[in-house]
């Protein structure tokens, strides 16, 4: 059975960095396209950043540009989040997802879901 737990949530300032970790297991063979998305208080889930197979091809949500970057480690079967500039908007529960597809930003895309790690970003 896969599973995906996500690592590295927790309270930081504006204009900090943080560094969110998903751990994938349960699977061999082809990796998954991967992907992370997040939920703010009182919102919908919203895309963050994806990232293919091989790892070549990334895809960031506009309002994280330049900010955060999506990487994975295929070996260790983990993807991160490197999230820098933070600001208060960023608060979010933050999920790591995993796609047998394509890089999407459409959620209904990805069959598993970790359980979320949560940010908190102060002014």
């Known amino acids: 059975q896969v599973q995906l737990v996500e690592s590295g949530g927790g309270s930081v300032q504006a204009g900090d960095s943080l560094t969110l970790s998903c751990a994938e297991s349960g699977r061999t063979g082809t990796p998954f396209v991967m992907g992370w998305f997040r939920r703010a208080p009182g919102k919908d889930r919203e895309f963050v950043a994806g990232i293919n197979r091989s790892g070549n091809l990334r895809e960031n949500a506009e309002y994280v540009k330049g900010r955060f970057t999506i990487s994975r480690d295929k070996a260790r079967k983990t993807v991160s989040l490197q999230m820098n500039i933070a600001n208060p908007r960023d608060t979010a529960v933050y999920y790591c997802?995993?796609?047998?597809?394509?890089?999407?930003?459409?959620?209904?895309?990805?069959?598993?879901w970790g359980q979320g790690t949560r940010v908190t970003v102060t002014s």
């Open positions: 997802a995993a796609s047998s597809s394509f890089v999407s930003r459409y959620p209904q895309e990805y069959e598993y």
